[in-house]
């Protein structure tokens, strides 16, 4: 089983509409979570950090399941700017991140 | 500030040779990473340093591989010899641990391609 999971892709959602994506993970005992966004042939740059009692940034909300080993990332009102891959991030300690395979977002006018 | 760089953006090179890749991190950032990022295994930690240490390099794939930070504020990945399998894009990243922040920013990458 791999580390970090996610929902294969592509999701093709028309603007407007709110999407969700879904990750796993498999060590109990990781400790830092995030969502990472990346462009087409771009570096990836943070989203959002993980909490334990959920997070919303604007139209972007996470959330954290310990018990369950899963973390997810809402998106509403989506926009075609928001078209990017997003991928999970999970770290055991410190610095040591772990990427998931990403999950392939597009949005259509 | 100049975020991460890299250098070079592009390296096409032929199996065999030596290839240098090269990054400078953020100023006053105390860690640095490198990744390799392939279609098929996605983006990989291959070493990371702390204050010019490596402090994990489980990743680095084989002897072929190896990476050094001599001062703060520069790094290099080297493969030697290459091979066609090494052709990813190698992504440096840097962070500051400060106040719980672990966001590491990546630089644009350098797109390698042994043939």
């Known amino acids: 089983r791999k580390e970090v999971e996610q929902d294969p892709g592509p999701f093709n959602v028309p603007e407007g509409a709110t999407v969700a994506f879904n990750c796993t993970y498999s060590?109990?005992?990781?400790?830092?979570f995030f969502w990472y966004r990346q462009d087409c042939r771009k570096e990836p740059k943070l989203l959002m950090s993980v909490y334990s009692s959920g997070n919303e940034d604007g139209r972007f909300t996470a959330q954290l399941n310990r018990a369950s080993q899963y973390i997810s990332l809402l998106i509403r009102d989506s926009k075609l700017s928001d078209s990017a891959t997003y991928l999970c991030?999970?770290?055991?300690?410190?610095?040591?991140?772990?990427f998931g395979p990403g999950t392939r977002l597009s949005v259509l006018p | 500030d100049a975020g991460v760089i890299q250098s070079p953006r592009h390296e096409v090179t032929e199996m065999g040779q030596e290839v240098t890749l090269r990054c400078k991190p953020i100023?006053?950032?105390?860690?640095l990473f490198w990744y390799r990022q392939t279609m098929m295994r996605g983006l990989e930690l291959l070493i990371y340093?702390?204050?010019?240490?490596?402090?994990?390099d489980s990743g680095m794939p084989e002897d072929r591989f190896s990476a050094k930070m001599p001062n703060a504020s520069f790094s290099t990945l080297k493969i030697q010899p290459s091979e066609p399998r090494d052709s990813a894009v190698y992504f440096c990243?840097?962070?500051?641990?400060?106040?719980?922040?672990?966001?590491?920013?990546f630089g644009p990458g350098t797109r390698l391609t042994v043939t």
């Open positions: 340093f702390n204050n010019n240490v490596p402090i994990d």
């Open positions: 990243a840097s962070s500051l641990i400060a106040g719980g922040s672990y966001e590491q920013y």
């Open positions: 060590n109990s005992a990781s400790q830092s």
């Open positions: 991030v999970v770290a055991l300690y410190g610095q040591n991140f772990v």
């Open positions: 100023s006053g950032h105390d860690y």
